[in-house]
């Protein structure tokens, strides 16, 4: 009862004070000379925001570089050195966990987007209900958490030594076999493909996302631009790269651009299902162990520059694409 | 360039509709052949079936003379102009208008220089670079226009090319695509639900009524010489004014009574020529045709053939003509033919109306002048000549 009221007063005061705050700086803009209110109105507007977004968001950026120019933080041996960039460049883990980080950036979301896509074509072809069970069995991944998911496929390629009871999906298909798999899955030496196997799990919860969006954007092709592309003298195949994926391909971009950006954060499936170990590893985790493992913040705050560094590329391209299409309507 | 031959062709959709009854058009090379029908009988199922959009569920479709039932659109080699225009959005002018030649690998230079020429006849010249999205309405009919041209087809299809420009663009349209049509002659099915453009384009029209034909003839034909009701009822504007009448022979004459028999009008003999059947009856009931313009001022006619007293209920006034819409006691026909001529619920339920209070409204073309008042008695002339005579329950032409 307590912490209702208590949490009653807080909202209250959250909001009010919100309100508060607004009336007050009106009634002083309102105050002030003619020429001086309209100056300042704008900024007494905005100004709360920004300020906000200066605390949560800004300040933490700034300090991130700065911490990255600095070892022992915190500490008396705490000093000015260039020691985290030359790690950076030069710790063969840490190359490894940008590899793979480039693999996942290179191969999920193209991966989720084919596979919506092809789903999302060949349902547009079933009967009214089919289309929506195998569309619902795609999508019923999208409801389940990263860490959901990792355990999930954890089971899948859970090993045990042949001829041993297996729990694992895939190692008991090839023991059923007569094949058992001498090693196992993901928890294998530093092979390369491990991370792929994490990416599939990735691609099953996103694939479900890509589809929804571009079953829609492929109802709403015309009918008759492919009746007149058949008429044309199209197959089917010509129809659909040269016809459908031409008019579909705005949601092609935003699909891939929004897996792009939750793939370059990656960070829940690997730390779940490796602890990036086995050659799984990418630069959300290493900052983690960096950060909470080794307790090195300075580390950790380079690891944080070099995530900042390799996104801007793609927010640049996304602001210039949301730009542009604002300025086309 | 080819003959389209449709032999009783039928299409069932799969929900068990039966689109398309029994139907034979032969189209012959060159001829521009109009497929005119109200909505829903099943026009652009036919069009569709000779484009090979649409199965053909019985019968044989020629193009030139090979069956083409079993081939695809693409085998098919005919053009089509969708009401929608249906142009790729993310392709310019040029490409939307070269892309049957590029997807049939003709060289880029045949295809610039094609796809040049098609511009040049069409006015797009300026255009071609253009996407669809920047192009007016018109415009966009034009490429679409020009899609067809560039292929040098077999036929051209075209579903309604037209309805979606406004008035008086469709009426410039309207004169270039028959123009265009003559220059380049190419076998081409029209279709439209419009009847004025297929009295002005084609060289025949074929009226299609629920899937089966009603008459496929010369367009003055069909106005001055329809099969039956329906197409009697559906080609013109205003339509023809129809009524149950009696048919009585008197001292060697033909009488046609109206008004549930107070008006009597003699039937001369041109009209008995062109309707024979008419001759054979006496006391029978008929459906009594006679198009606004054959309706005028009593002193035009013999004095037998005016229709006395008839109170005007409303007149419109058109500039180069004048519309004296007037009071009847005859009885509008209500059969199903007359509902699809009319293609429009709601006036028929009116002329339902009209039957249960037993007369019903015609309408007369007058030349301009002063217009009767309206509420007051007006003697009309009946060009009785003109008279169309039709089985009041089949709807069939007695001839």
Request: glycine fraction near 8%.
């Amino acid at each position: 009862m307590g912490n209702a009221v208590t949490g009653l007063v807080a909202v209250l005061l959250g909001v009010g004070g919100a309100v508060a705050l607004f009336w007050i700086l009106n009634f002083a803009a309102e105050r002030m000379p003619k020429q001086w209110e309209e100056r300042f109105k704008p900024y007494a507007f905005i100004g709360p925001a920004l300020f906000v977004v200066g605390i949560f968001l800004l300040y933490p950026s700034i300090i991130t570089v700065v911490d990255s120019f600095r070892t022992s933080i915190g500490t008396a041996d705490e000093a000015w050195t260039l020691a985290n960039y030359n790690w950076l460049f030069t710790d063969p883990a840490l190359r490894d966990a940008l590899i793979n980080n480039f693999l996942w950036i290179l191969f999920v979301p193209a991966g989720a987007v084919s596979i919506g896509l092809l789903v999302a074509v060949l349902a547009d072809r079933l009967s009214p209900t089919w289309e929506k069970v195998s569309k619902s069995l795609i999508f019923m991944p999208m409801a389940i958490s990263f860490v959901g998911a990792s355990t999930i496929w954890l089971f899948i390629y859970a090993w045990r030594p042949p001829g041993t009871d297996q729990i694992g999906l895939i190692s008991a298909i090839f023991q059923g076999l007569g094949s058992p798999l001498a090693t196992p899955i993901v928890q294998n030496g530093t092979l390369r493909l491990n991370t792929f196997a994490l990416m599939i799990v990735m691609v099953w919860l996103q694939a479900g996302f890509a589809m929804v969006l571009l079953s829609a954007a492929i109802k709403n092709v015309p009918e008759d631009t492919i009746e007149a592309a058949r008429i044309d003298g199209a197959t089917e195949i010509q129809i659909f790269w040269k016809v459908t994926i031409p008019q579909i391909a705005s949601t092609i971009v935003v699909v891939t651009t929004t897996i792009l950006i939750l793939v370059l954060k990656i960070f829940d499936i690997p730390r779940v299902m490796t602890s990036g170990n086995f050659n799984t590893d990418v630069i959300a985790n290493v900052y983690f162990d960096q950060l909470f493992t080794a307790r090195n913040q300075g580390r950790a705050s380079v690891v944080v520059v070099a995530l900042i560094v390799l996104t801007l590329p793609f927010m640049y391209i996304n602001i210039k694409r949301f730009r542009a299409q604002e300025a086309a309507r | 360039m080819a003959k389209v031959v449709m032999e009783d062709i039928n299409k069932v959709f799969p929900d068990g509709t039966h689109a398309i009854i029994d139907l034979n058009l032969d189209i012959e090379d060159s001829e521009f052949v109009i497929l005119v029908g109200p909505s829903g009988c099943g026009k652009s199922t036919a069009l569709r079936m000779v484009a090979g959009l649409e199965e053909i569920t019985a019968g044989k479709m020629y193009i030139g003379d090979q069956v083409v039932n079993e081939l695809s659109p693409k085998e098919r080699d005919i053009a089509m102009v969708f009401q929608s225009y249906a142009l790729y959005p993310h392709m310019s002018v040029a490409d939307n208008m070269g892309f049957a030649l590029k997807l049939a690998k003709v060289s880029k230079d045949e295809i610039d220089k094609r796809v040049k020429e098609a511009g040049e006849v069409l006015g797009l010249t300026e255009y071609l670079h253009r996407k669809p999205k920047a192009l007016s309405g018109g415009q966009r009919q034009r490429v679409a226009m020009g899609r067809a041209i560039v292929r040098s087809p077999q036929a051209f299809l075209m579903d309604e090319p037209l309805s979606n420009l406004d008035a008086k663009l469709r009426v410039q349209m309207r004169a270039e695509i028959a123009a265009l049509q003559n220059r380049l002659g190419v076998t081409t099915l029209y279709v439209t639900h419009d009847q004025v453009e297929a009295m002005t384009m084609g060289d025949r029209v074929a009226v299609l009524k629920r899937g089966v034909l009603a008459q496929v003839d010369s367009p003055q034909t069909l106005y001055d010489r329809p099969d039956n009701l329906f197409v009697a009822g559906f080609i013109g504007s205003p339509s023809m004014n129809v009524a149950d009448a009696t048919v009585r022979k008197q001292d060697g004459n033909v009488y046609v009574e109206l008004d549930r028999g107070k008006t009597s009008l003699r039937v001369p003999t041109e009209a008995i020529d062109k309707y024979p059947g008419v001759a054979k009856l006496d006391g029978s009931k008929v459906a009594m045709g006679i198009r606004p313009e054959n309706l005028g001022p009593a002193e035009e006619v013999a004095p037998d053939q005016v229709w006395k007293g008839r109170e005007v209920e409303l007149v419109e006034m058109l500039g180069s003509e004048m519309l004296v819409h007037f009071k009847t006691d005859s009885p509008p026909i209500v059969t199903d033919d007359m509902k699809e001529a009319i293609d429009d619920e709601e006036a028929f339920e009116e002329l339902k109306k009209q039957a249960k209070a037993g007369g019903q409204t015609f309408t007369g073309r007058f030349e301009p002048g002063v217009p009767p008042k309206v509420g007051s008695a007006l003697d009309i002339g009946v060009v009785a000549e003109a008279m169309h005579f039709f089985d009041a329950d089949t709807g069939v032409a007695l001839r």
